[in-house]
Structure formats: structure tokens, C-alpha cells
């Protein structure tokens, strides 16, 4: 069985940092990725990962903000989320798949996704 399971949101003020955990049991897949939706907004990338090269990928819009990373041994992802802004508010999700042949980008390309978890950003 698989299961990924986030924590880390919370509520902070703009320039603030946060870590978000995902937790994935059951077995690794190929590719893990952090996606974002904020009410009455399209779900959008923010960064991926693939397991076995450690390869990294990151939107425009939270280069140079956010990092993507791995833990081998807890079999976690974590998101690293530097100089926050209102605008990085939002429900974050992780995901992951074993199809290496659709865009690590491309939210239709994971087929497995966690519950999510809030991110609030004040200014």
C-alpha cells in the first residue's frame, strides 16, 4: 500500500521560513513533487525530484526560495520554503510516480498524492 502524508504548514509571516515533510510508506517511486493550490486557483508545479539521481526542479516562480530534497533512509521528501510571501499561500501537496516519460512538471503524471497541508503566509 502506498501512502504519502504531509506536515509542516503553518501559519507565518512574510520573510519566514517552513519545512514540509512527506512522508511516503509502502515503496519508492521513481519521481516525488511538490504542487500547490490556493482557493479558487489552478493547481500549479513547485518543485520535483527523482529518487535515484537526485535530480532537482523548481518553478520559476520559488527558484531561489524553495529547495526540494531527499532522505534515503526516512524515505522522505522535503520541501524547504525560504523568504515566504502571501502569495506562496496555499494547500501544498506531494505526489508520486513511476512514469519518467510525462514532464516532472505535469501534475498529471503522479498518480499518487497526499492530503495536503496549509501553508498561510501574512504580511
Known amino acids: 500500500q502506498v501512502q504519502l502524508v504531509e506536515s509542516g504548514g503553518g501559519l507565518v509571516q512574510a520573510g519566514d521560513s517552513l519545512r514540509l515533510s512527506c512522508a511516503a510508506s509502502?515503496?519508492?517511486?521513481?519521481?516525488y513533487g511538490w504542487f500547490r493550490q490556493a482557493p479558487g486557483k489552478d493547481r500549479e508545479f513547485v518543485a520535483a525530484i527523482r529518487w535515484s539521481s537526485g535530480s532537482r526542479y523548481h518553478a520559476d516562480s520559488v527558484k531561489g526560495r524553495f529547495t526540494i530534497s531527499r532522505d534515503n533512509g526516512k524515505n522522505t521528501v522535503y520541501l524547504q520554503m525560504n523568504s515566504l510571501e502571501p502569495a506562496d499561500t496555499a494547500v501544498y501537496y506531494c505526489?508520486?510516480?513511476?512514469?519518467?516519460?510525462?514532464?516532472?512538471?505535469?501534475?498529471?503524471?503522479?498518480?499518487?498524492w497526499g492530503q495536503g497541508t496549509q501553508v498561510t503566509v501574512s504580511s
Open positions: 509502502g515503496r519508492t517511486f521513481s519521481r
Open positions: 505526489a508520486a510516480s513511476n512514469s519518467p516519460t510525462i514532464s516532472i512538471m505535469i501534475d498529471h503524471g503522479y498518480d499518487y
